[in-house]
């Protein structure tokens, strides 16, 4: 369904569409026109049209898009249909407060495994998971069948987590450290960085 012709900024604006339908599906909206998307998100309604149209025709002229129909084919186009294992190396405050955050999440994309290299935190727990000692994360990513790592450690210790993390045969990483990490092509990693989005914004200040 997916083709590699569908370009990032697409990818990342699905998710944008999935949450607004989502609301409206909550209040019993069951159809939503691209105007209507367009109006809520601030996008082209034409650009939402063809984004959704690169991966089939899910609207009717003259109608628009069955709410829950869309969020059912935009799900299983991110592959939120099915169990997504993911792991955590930090189990600071940023590394609880996500793990706290994804308890709540309804999609598939669930934290399993949390690990960190201090040795006052291994053995704690963060909603259920014990926090593992770092020695055991490649067993345990091949035994959950992780698939996404995420880094939450100070900026020194980034690439070290993001090679063990790759070892372990994980497929993509989010990085919350402040620093540029080097994996195999075929790794996909995504930067969280919020000093960079702050200063950024800060250029935009009268």
Not at 67 to 73: A, Q
Not at 178 to 186: T, Y
Request: with cysteine; aromatic share 8%.
């Amino acid at each position: 369904m997916k083709t590699p012709k569908i370009s990032e900024a697409v990818v990342r604006r699905l998710p944008v569409y999935l949450r607004y339908l989502n609301e409206l599906s909550k209040k019993n909206v069951t159809t939503v026109s691209s105007q209507d998307l367009g109006q809520k998100l601030d996008l082209n309604p034409a650009q939402i049209r063809k984004d959704l149209a690169y991966f089939g025709e899910f609207g009717k002229k003259g109608i628009g898009y069955d709410v829950d129909y869309l969020i059912e084919k935009i799900r299983h186009i991110l592959k939120l249909d099915r169990i997504i294992p993911v792991a955590l190396v930090g189990a600071g405050n940023l590394g609880r407060a996500l793990c706290n955050y994804n308890a709540y999440l309804k999609d598939n994309m669930k934290i399993v495994a949390v690990f960190d290299a201090q040795p006052s935190k291994i053995g704690t727990s963060v909603n259920n998971l014990q926090v593992q000692p770092m020695n055991e994360l490649g067993e345990t990513i091949r035994r959950l069948g992780v698939r996404i790592g995420i880094i939450t450690v100070p900026a020194g210790e980034a690439q070290q987590v993001a090679s063990q993390f790759v070892e372990g045969g994980v497929e993509a990483i989010l990085n919350f450290a402040p620093s540029i990490i080097k994996v195999p092509p075929e790794i996909r990693v995504h930067y969280a960085d919020f000093t960079t989005e702050l200063q950024s914004l800060a250029y935009y200040l009268e």
